[in-house]
């Protein structure tokens, strides 16, 4: 008959907890605030940053992208941008999904749709699907 000892009790206790915290992890890539890019640069001459800090996607794998303005009325596309480049690789004007055809490093640009607005502070969150 097998006794387990204090230190396998414990070893195992940390290890499932270690496995509980990796399942329960946020799969969040990227987050955070900007103003939305009313002004075509991603630092206008006041210093307020436009777009997102670029970040990292991978091929083939399910990204889903969720933001929200705090203006009364709004509608804010989002343009996913290559950070090399600068050309856009994605378009959305609703959260959703997007799945990258290549792994690349990109950057988020919220651009505002509705006449006369813009220079809204803009909420967002990038999650593994």
Known sequence: MYIPTAQSVLTAGLALTGMTQ?????KEIASGHVLDYAIESCLDTDGNIRCTPPFLVSKDTCYNIEWSTNATLSHTTVEVRDAKSGEMVYYRDTNGEWTPEKGELVYLDFKPKVWRTGNDTVEYTVKKC
């Open 22 to 26: 990796t399942f329960t992890k946020s």
